[in-house]
């Protein structure tokens, strides 16, 4: 037996759109008129901060106070799964990494504010135009506070308007082309062709169930590590499941006061001559309600909530089960009168809250009603030609400038990272390399692990690699008229002391103003003498040899002129090592390879000589002269100096100077250093640290710190982490976002004073390239060889790997078993 359905025109609520100095205006039949504001809700997810979600409250109470009587604000928070979509791109890397996101599901939240002016009830509309006039004032208003509290409020032209309700018909904010399928309405749903349409009010007037108490947020207990942590009170709709667009549907009514305060009083009277406990209940509720009126000057108003869901038909179930046990868990029971689907989704209209039934609003306070407007918003990408892309924490990619001095939040570009060991501390800095080098940006790398060898080799760059066979040199003494200065004469009294004194050494007053003394007559000598007999001491070539020779007799010279104490015997016996066939004496001889100063991409890998307590320090300090150096010469280029734990050489009080130049002189050339580490106690109790290289990072990034949390006070004192930030940096790799996602970790970055999450999720190819794995990168390299670039060898690698259905493990360990590509195996 085949059912036939009576067919009825779905008449659409409005008049049209007319325009009030050239603003659009949405007519309702009865004459109504609405605006409709797009906004962008200022509370980030997972913020951790509770009073943003306080202050938004409070905006969105000074809105209804500068509107007063009259007027309905309808906020809908729509939330639609999309699939990320991204173009091509011109570099090999990166076009593997949009390829690795491409086509991913994800959510998106879109806010519209629409505020509507009522016909009085019972009238004929008149056209007045005093009340346009009156309009016209208060949407002036209403955008200046949305504007000045961040809401980035846009008011909708007509054409998007038509859009917007284009949109909530077909309950659609996904495609491009809006479909609007035939509507089959029933008690519990509406069907529109293969979806199902469900709206849940959560408010049943009749009983009102609500929670004794609710705030402007609530705190979220799951985890140990998300234990009180704040979250809005509807933030259950970012979890639902199985859904296709959600609309919540917000409606707050101010209607006359005076009436409504005399409709209360009446109903108490009524209530009150009747001794039953439900009418004492009532009183009691009409009491405390004028009570707050009284007391707090709050406005009493009428309100609506409703959750409209669109999902496929065999799904929503699903969906709804999840929502209204959701609700019911925070003390919210959901109406079950909810037999009128159709009335329901014609009041999520824009503009149509005037249709709602009398029975579907409850009386409250605004203050009370305000606390369950939805008030979060996701992460987007920042406005910047700079934009390094990680990941939300849903796991799509996101935009960051991590360099922008205009934004108020930095005042210096450069950074300090810290992250014990496994918690992805090298594939983050890896992946943030790999964006600086799409932007032509100098990289220089001071490492002492091997975990930069995969991306300088794909970049083609220079890795340099300290062998006694064939040591780092350098000559820092050698230097036109032009570089000679006080900065540079300063660097260099340094990396004497430090070659005499060791790391940990002092210079005293007396060592000081000698050797300050003994290089500026050294200069002078070279500059601005002439060579000849009359000048037998003139240095006729800049280097540590002739430095070493001409400083000898010219300390011995000051010290018998003048009387002070300076022991010359030690000086020279402990500097002899480095002259010329000493055993440093390349070391500070030779001059650098000239084509580093034009090199986009070096690398210095020092692990060889990581635990030689004089030459770590002395290369780690010629290395950063030597980007200083480049840095002069390559003026128009953004530039970032690295420092792996070779720091940790150069943090001695006698390098305090050093390094503060190093920090100055970096920020005047368009410049940034990244102290990376990852001991806990190279940090605590290191002066160096506070005072030089963390005073002079604006730019926190910490990876999981779970390891770290019994001395977290320590930490958190230690780089300025207020109880908000904490609460951010222990929601690392704890939220349940890894369905669907590759391998990835998370990091926390702060910018100033405030920070993000983010995911460091890369494609496979990136993988590859950053893995600090040894038979990882061998089993590439091998590739790579076989190849003849490191480009074509991660192709092949990947592509010989998805051929062979092995896991990565297995496929790495049968090539580094044979030392040869799987082809040549089979």
Known sequence: ?????????????????????????????????????????????YGADPEPYTAYHGVLLNLIKILGEGYIIQKQDIFSRKIYQVGKATEFLQQKYNEHFHGREYTDISTYLTITRQVKKGTFYVHDPKVLVDFGQHM?????????????PHRLSEQEIHRYVSRILAMDFSSDNIVLDNLLAGERQIGMGDRSIRSISLINTDTIDLPETIGTYRHKHDGKNLREFPVDNLFFLHQAPDYRCIVYNQLIE?????????????????????????????VEDIDQLLVDVARENQLLVNAHFNIVLCADESRVDKATNFIEAALFQQGIIPSRNAYNQLELFRTALPGNSVELKKYDWFLTTSDAGLCLLFKESMQVDEKSDFLIRFTDRQGIPVGIDPANLNTGRLNNRSKFTLGPSGSGKSFFMNALVEQYC?????????????????????????????????????????????????????????LIALLWKGADGHLTQIEDTVLSNVLSSYYYEHFWLDPGPQNPRRPAKLDFDSFYTYS??????????ESVTFDLDEYRYVLRKFHSGQEFGTVLNEDADASLFAEPFIVFEIDNIKENKIL???VTLIIMDVFLQKMRHRTSQRKALIIEEAWKAIASPLMAGYILYLYKTVRKFWGEVIVVTQELGDILGNAIVKDSILANSDTICLLDQSKFRENYDAIAKLLSISDTERRKIFTINQLENKDGRGRFKEVYIRRGATGEVYGVEV?????????????????????????????????????????????????????NQTALPLPATT
């Open 1 to 45: 037996m085949q059912t036939h359905h009576p067919k009825t025109a779905f008449k659409i609520p409005y008049a049209g759109i007319d325009h009030y100095q050239d603003e659009a205006l949405l007519y309702g039949e009865k004459g109504d008129f609405s605006a409709i504001f797009l906004l962008r809700n200022p509370v980030m997810q």
């Open 140 to 152: 002036d208003k209403v955008h200046d506070l949305l504007q000045g509290a961040g809401l980035q």
């Open 254 to 282: 101010i209607p006359g006061q005076q009436a409504t305060l005399n409709k209360l009083e009446l109903k108490r009277k009524r209530h009150s001559g009747v001794p039953d406990p439900a009418n004492l209940i009532c």
């Open 438 to 494: 799409l932007y032509n940006m100098d990289v220089v790398i001071v490492d002492t692990g091997d975990s930069y060898s995969g991306l300088c080799s794909y970049y083609g760059g220079k890795y340099i690699t300290y062998t006694e066979e064939k040591p780092i040199s350098m000559n820092p003494f050698s230097m036109t008229q032009k570089e000679f200065n006080l900065e540079k004469k300063d660097f260099l009294k340094t």
């Open 552 to 561: 000898v007799e010219r300390i011995r010279e000051i010290t018998e002129q």
């Open 616 to 618: 770590f320090p002395i």
């Open 763 to 815: 494609s496979l190819y990136q993988y590859l390239c950053y893995t600090t794995e040894k038979p990882e990168k061998n089993a590439v390299q091998i590739y790579v060889q076989e190849h003849g670039n490191y480009q074509a060898g991660l192709e092949a690698f990947v592509a010989d790997l998805q051929a062979s259905g092995l896991p990565l493990g297995a496929f790495v360990s049968k090539i």
